[in-house]
Protein backbone atom coordinates (compact mmCIF):
# COMPACT_ATOMS: atom_id res chain seq x y z
CA UNK A 1 0.00 0.00 0.00
CA UNK A 2 1.37 3.07 -0.36
CA UNK A 3 2.67 4.74 2.49
CA UNK A 4 4.59 8.59 2.68
CA UNK A 5 6.51 8.13 5.94
CA UNK A 6 8.42 11.58 7.54
CA UNK A 7 10.78 12.50 9.57
CA UNK A 8 10.54 13.11 12.99
CA UNK A 9 10.23 16.46 14.92
CA UNK A 10 12.18 19.45 14.75
CA UNK A 11 13.19 22.23 17.23
CA UNK A 12 14.99 25.24 15.69
CA UNK A 13 16.26 28.93 16.18
CA UNK A 14 14.99 31.81 13.93
CA UNK A 15 17.54 32.21 11.24
CA UNK A 16 18.16 28.19 10.94
CA UNK A 17 17.21 26.21 8.47
CA UNK A 18 14.88 22.93 8.96
CA UNK A 19 15.04 19.74 6.19
CA UNK A 20 12.42 17.30 6.40
CA UNK A 21 12.21 14.34 4.32
CA UNK A 22 9.46 12.28 2.91
CA UNK A 23 10.21 8.05 2.27
CA UNK A 24 7.89 7.35 -0.15
CA UNK A 25 7.01 3.30 -1.03
CA UNK A 26 3.94 1.11 -2.36
CA UNK A 27 4.60 2.56 -5.80
CA UNK A 28 7.38 4.39 -8.45
CA UNK A 29 8.32 6.96 -6.83
CA UNK A 30 9.35 9.03 -10.36
CA UNK A 31 6.03 8.55 -11.39
CA UNK A 32 4.37 10.91 -9.42
CA UNK A 33 5.12 14.61 -8.00
CA UNK A 34 5.43 15.21 -4.28
CA UNK A 35 3.43 18.54 -3.20
CA UNK A 36 4.92 20.11 -0.02
CA UNK A 37 1.97 21.90 2.40
CA UNK A 38 2.20 23.23 5.87
CA UNK A 39 -0.61 24.26 8.39
CA UNK A 40 0.40 26.58 11.57
CA UNK A 41 -1.50 25.71 14.31
CA UNK A 42 -5.32 25.99 13.91
CA UNK A 43 -5.22 27.68 10.97
CA UNK A 44 -5.74 26.49 7.07
CA UNK A 45 -3.47 24.89 4.18
CA UNK A 46 -0.93 26.41 2.63
CA UNK A 47 0.70 25.08 -0.66
CA UNK A 48 4.78 25.42 -0.58
CA UNK A 49 5.70 23.49 -3.31
CA UNK A 50 6.34 20.23 -5.81
CA UNK A 51 9.02 18.57 -7.57
CA UNK A 52 9.22 16.04 -10.12
CA UNK A 53 11.01 13.09 -8.45
CA UNK A 54 12.07 11.68 -12.10
CA UNK A 55 13.30 15.02 -13.41
CA UNK A 56 14.12 16.60 -10.37
CA UNK A 57 12.04 19.96 -11.48
CA UNK A 58 10.47 22.27 -9.16
CA UNK A 59 8.10 24.57 -8.40
CA UNK A 60 6.67 26.84 -5.32
CA UNK A 61 4.39 29.78 -3.92
CA UNK A 62 5.76 32.73 -4.43
CA UNK A 63 5.79 33.81 -0.89
CA UNK A 64 8.82 30.42 -0.11
CA UNK A 65 11.16 31.68 -3.17
CA UNK A 66 14.46 31.99 -2.29
CA UNK A 67 13.48 30.15 1.23
CA UNK A 68 12.83 26.77 0.16
CA UNK A 69 14.52 24.03 -1.61
CA UNK A 70 13.36 20.61 -2.66
CA UNK A 71 15.17 17.86 -3.41
CA UNK A 72 15.02 13.95 -3.74
CA UNK A 73 17.16 10.59 -3.84
CA UNK A 74 15.48 8.00 -6.20
CA UNK A 75 17.70 5.23 -4.69
CA UNK A 76 15.65 5.25 -1.25
CA UNK A 77 12.53 6.82 -3.00
CA UNK A 78 13.14 9.85 -0.80
CA UNK A 79 12.23 13.19 -1.17
CA UNK A 80 13.04 16.26 1.11
CA UNK A 81 12.25 19.37 1.85
CA UNK A 82 14.05 22.41 3.29
CA UNK A 83 13.36 25.95 4.28
CA UNK A 84 15.91 28.42 5.79
CA UNK A 85 16.01 31.38 6.92
CA UNK A 86 12.95 30.13 9.51
CA UNK A 87 11.44 32.75 11.91
CA UNK A 88 8.30 31.96 14.45
CA UNK A 89 5.86 32.27 11.76
CA UNK A 90 7.01 29.42 10.06
CA UNK A 91 6.51 26.81 13.23
CA UNK A 92 3.61 24.51 11.33
CA UNK A 93 3.01 20.95 10.91
CA UNK A 94 4.74 20.23 7.43
CA UNK A 95 3.17 17.35 5.25
CA UNK A 96 4.36 15.50 1.96
CA UNK A 97 1.52 14.67 -0.36
CA UNK A 98 1.73 12.07 -3.48
CA UNK A 99 0.26 13.71 -6.66
CA UNK A 100 -2.57 12.22 -8.13
CA UNK A 101 -4.81 13.74 -10.85
CA UNK A 102 -6.15 17.28 -11.90
CA UNK A 103 -3.52 18.38 -9.33
CA UNK A 104 -4.89 16.89 -6.25
CA UNK A 105 -2.71 14.52 -4.09
CA UNK A 106 -4.21 11.03 -2.89
CA UNK A 107 -1.83 10.15 -0.07
CA UNK A 108 -0.31 12.17 2.59
CA UNK A 109 2.38 11.26 4.77
CA UNK A 110 1.88 11.49 8.80
CA UNK A 111 3.11 15.66 9.40
CA UNK A 112 6.06 16.96 10.85
CA UNK A 113 5.78 19.39 13.09
CA UNK A 114 8.60 22.30 13.32
CA UNK A 115 9.04 24.51 16.17
CA UNK A 116 11.03 27.43 15.62
CA UNK A 117 11.91 29.43 19.06
CA UNK A 118 14.46 31.17 20.69
CA UNK B 1 -2.12 34.16 -7.87
CA UNK B 2 -5.27 32.68 -7.92
CA UNK B 3 -7.41 32.94 -4.84
CA UNK B 4 -9.60 30.75 -3.78
CA UNK B 5 -13.00 31.41 -0.88
CA UNK B 6 -14.93 28.87 1.09
CA UNK B 7 -18.12 29.87 2.38
CA UNK B 8 -19.77 29.54 5.08
CA UNK B 9 -16.54 29.52 7.57
CA UNK B 10 -18.87 27.53 10.03
CA UNK B 11 -21.58 24.90 9.08
CA UNK B 12 -23.74 23.85 11.51
CA UNK B 13 -25.83 20.52 10.44
CA UNK B 14 -27.87 17.88 12.17
CA UNK B 15 -27.02 14.63 11.78
CA UNK B 16 -29.19 13.41 8.13
CA UNK B 17 -29.04 16.82 6.73
CA UNK B 18 -27.75 17.97 3.56
CA UNK B 19 -24.76 20.22 3.63
CA UNK B 20 -23.86 22.45 0.67
CA UNK B 21 -20.35 23.90 1.20
CA UNK B 22 -19.19 26.55 -1.60
CA UNK B 23 -15.87 27.65 -3.01
CA UNK B 24 -15.47 30.14 -5.25
CA UNK B 25 -11.83 30.69 -7.47
CA UNK B 26 -10.30 34.54 -8.30
CA UNK B 27 -9.92 33.51 -12.10
CA UNK B 28 -10.92 30.14 -13.88
CA UNK B 29 -9.24 26.98 -13.22
CA UNK B 30 -11.85 24.43 -15.30
CA UNK B 31 -11.99 21.76 -13.42
CA UNK B 32 -8.47 21.52 -11.36
CA UNK B 33 -10.64 21.62 -8.28
CA UNK B 34 -10.27 19.01 -5.71
CA UNK B 35 -12.05 18.61 -1.81
CA UNK B 36 -10.05 17.67 1.31
CA UNK B 37 -11.94 16.40 4.36
CA UNK B 38 -9.31 17.24 7.90
CA UNK B 39 -10.15 15.89 11.28
CA UNK B 40 -8.41 17.09 14.24
CA UNK B 41 -4.99 15.31 14.22
CA UNK B 42 -4.67 14.36 10.80
CA UNK B 43 -3.84 14.86 7.95
CA UNK B 44 -6.35 15.61 4.94
CA UNK B 45 -8.10 13.26 2.92
CA UNK B 46 -9.14 13.65 -0.94
CA UNK B 47 -12.68 13.60 -0.81
CA UNK B 48 -12.98 14.74 -4.84
CA UNK B 49 -10.61 15.58 -7.46
CA UNK B 50 -11.45 16.80 -11.42
CA UNK B 51 -14.00 18.92 -9.73
CA UNK B 52 -16.34 16.29 -8.98
CA UNK B 53 -14.83 12.50 -9.25
CA UNK B 54 -15.13 10.92 -5.74
CA UNK B 55 -11.82 9.06 -5.04
CA UNK B 56 -11.19 5.69 -4.29
CA UNK B 57 -13.14 4.40 -1.12
CA UNK B 58 -14.91 7.65 -0.59
CA UNK B 59 -18.67 7.77 0.03
CA UNK B 60 -21.42 8.02 -2.45
CA UNK B 61 -23.59 10.94 -0.25
CA UNK B 62 -20.53 13.11 -0.94
CA UNK B 63 -20.19 15.16 -4.40
CA UNK B 64 -19.07 17.73 -6.03
CA UNK B 65 -19.95 20.11 -8.94
CA UNK B 66 -18.65 22.97 -10.45
CA UNK B 67 -16.26 24.66 -13.16
CA UNK B 68 -14.77 27.77 -14.07
CA UNK B 69 -14.94 29.84 -10.74
CA UNK B 70 -17.81 28.48 -8.78
CA UNK B 71 -17.49 24.86 -7.30
CA UNK B 72 -20.04 23.22 -4.69
CA UNK B 73 -19.21 20.10 -2.52
CA UNK B 74 -22.42 18.25 -1.19
CA UNK B 75 -22.79 16.15 1.66
CA UNK B 76 -26.32 14.93 0.93
CA UNK B 77 -27.12 13.18 4.33
CA UNK B 78 -24.43 14.43 7.17
CA UNK B 79 -23.18 10.92 9.32
CA UNK B 80 -20.89 11.21 12.57
CA UNK B 81 -17.77 10.66 11.00
CA UNK B 82 -18.75 13.57 8.51
CA UNK B 83 -17.97 16.42 11.08
CA UNK B 84 -14.82 17.91 10.28
CA UNK B 85 -13.07 20.77 8.00
CA UNK B 86 -13.39 20.89 4.54
CA UNK B 87 -10.59 22.18 2.20
CA UNK B 88 -11.23 23.53 -1.50
CA UNK B 89 -7.32 23.38 -3.61
CA UNK B 90 -7.14 25.20 -6.95
CA UNK B 91 -3.82 23.76 -9.31
CA UNK B 92 -3.33 26.13 -12.40
CA UNK B 93 -0.29 27.32 -14.23
CA UNK B 94 1.91 24.72 -11.93
CA UNK B 95 0.95 26.44 -8.85
CA UNK B 96 -1.71 25.14 -6.46
CA UNK B 97 -3.76 27.21 -3.69
CA UNK B 98 -6.25 26.20 -1.27
CA UNK B 99 -9.52 27.88 0.24
CA UNK B 100 -9.41 28.88 4.01
CA UNK B 101 -11.51 26.49 5.02
CA UNK B 102 -15.49 25.49 6.17
CA UNK B 103 -15.49 24.05 9.56
CA UNK B 104 -19.15 21.08 9.73
CA UNK B 105 -19.75 20.75 13.10
CA UNK B 106 -22.91 19.73 14.79
CA UNK B 107 -26.06 21.91 15.38
Known amino acids: QVQLVQSGAEVKKPGASVKVSCKAS????????INWVRQATGQGLEWMGWMNPNSGNTGCAQKFQGRVTMTRNTSISTAYMELSSLRSEDTAVYYCAKAYTYGSTDYWGQGTLVTVSS | EIVMTQSPATLSVSPGERATLSCRAS??????LAWYQQKPGQAPRLLIY???TRATGIPARFSGSGSGTEFTLTISSLQSEDFAVYYC?????????FGPGTKVDIK
Open chain 2, 89 to 97: QQYNNWLFT
Open chain 2, 50 to 52: GAS
Open chain 2, 27 to 32: QSVSSN
Open chain 1, 26 to 33: GYTFTSYD
